[in-house]
């Protein structure tokens, strides 16, 4: 969505890009929003505590204050947050698939016992975040619907993690330039994970999690995540 011929394309206040059969939403899934037709701050915050089933699905939300807000058990896959905050608000339980956080503040945000595969939260702040006991495995194959979820792992570059917790989760993320001072990866698996070498001994690992972690040198790029 970087190229040039995109951002010089005449689009409506509500844009969308979709998949599948020609004009038809029942067969046909959103890739991409862009929702210029903002709600404000209180509207927002109302309409996804509701918890409306399918409703947030792929909704593109942005510079809304939604702190301090109870959204347990939310289904937000495929969502864009841009410069939105989710300061002290409750996401336990919740569904995050996909789902892509950009320049947003998530201090004090609980997400524990939530589904977080592939979650983006790239330079977001998540000082004090809860992310105990979260599923954000690599290469989840669902049989049933022929479907490998997990290709990436969750994104941390650039995000301030400063004392997150996640204590007993499943996470397979991306944590080159994370600020982690204070983290707690107590019996998290690692599985798939990616770090620099230089915040080796700044974290706090057992040798099994260690070993499970690609430690790279900043100048690398490929972690095999994206």
Same mark, same amino acid.
């Given at each position: 969505?970087?190229?040039?011929?995109?951002?010089?394309?005449?689009?409506?206040?509500?844009?969308?890009?979709?998949?599948?059969?020609?004009?038809?939403?029942?067969?046909?899934?959103?890739?991409?929003?862009?929702?210029?037709?903002?709600?404000?701050?209180?509207?927002?915050?109302?309409?996804?505590?509701?918890?409306?089933?399918?409703?947030?699905?792929?909704?593109?939300?942005?510079?809304?204050?939604?702190?301090? @807000?109870?959204?347990? &058990?939310?289904? =937000? /896959?495929? %969502?864009? #947050?841009?410069?939105? $905050?989710? *300061?002290? !608000?409750? +996401?336990?339980?919740?569904?995050?698939?996909?789902?892509?956080?950009?320049?947003?503040?998530?201090?004090?945000?609980?997400?524990?016992?939530?589904?977080?595969?592939?979650?983006?939260?790239?330079?977001?702040?998540?000082?004090?975040?809860?992310?105990?006991?979260?599923?954000?495995?690599?290469?989840?194959?669902?049989?049933?619907?022929?479907?490998?979820?997990?290709?990436?792992?969750?994104?941390?570059?650039?995000?301030?993690?400063?004392?997150?917790?996640?204590?007993?989760?499943?996470?397979? @993320?991306?944590?080159? &330039?994370?600020? =982690? /001072?204070? %983290?707690? #990866?107590?019996?998290? $698996?690692? *599985?798939? !994970?990616? +770090?620099?070498?230089?915040?080796?001994?700044?974290?706090?690992?057992?040798?099994?999690?260690?070993?499970?972690?690609?430690?790279?040198?900043?100048?690398?790029?490929?972690?095999?995540?994206?």
């Amino acid at each position: 969505m970087q190229l040039v011929s995109f951002q010089n394309m005449v689009k409506g206040k509500q844009f969308d890009i979709r998949v599948g059969e020609y004009r038809d939403p029942n067969v046909s899934e959103s890739v991409y929003r862009q929702n210029k037709m903002m709600r404000s701050s209180i509207s927002c915050k109302g309409w996804l505590e509701n918890l409306l089933e399918h409703q947030y699905v792929h909704e593109h939300i942005a510079e809304v204050d939604l702190s301090q @807000g109870n959204y347990q &058990g939310i289904n =937000l /896959n495929y %969502a864009r #947050f841009e410069d939105v $905050d989710f *300061t002290s !608000s409750n +996401m336990r339980n919740s569904y995050l698939l996909g789902t892509k956080f950009e320049r947003c503040s998530c201090d004090h945000a609980d997400f524990q016992h939530s589904v977080l595969i592939d979650a983006d939260f790239r330079n977001c702040s998540l000082e004090n975040a809860r992310f105990d006991h979260i599923l954000a495995s690599r290469d989840l194959m669902n049989e049933q619907h022929a479907v490998v979820f997990g290709v990436r792992g969750m994104l941390f570059q650039q995000a301030n993690l400063t004392h997150a917790s996640f204590r007993n989760a499943q996470v397979a @993320g991306d944590f080159r &330039g994370a600020i =982690l /001072n204070g %983290a707690d #990866f107590s019996g998290a $698996d690692m *599985t798939g !994970s990616c +770090m620099f070498k230089r915040d080796m001994n700044l974290v706090s690992l057992n040798e099994s999690q260690r070993q499970s972690i690609r430690w790279v040198e900043e100048e690398e790029h490929g972690c095999g995540i994206f």
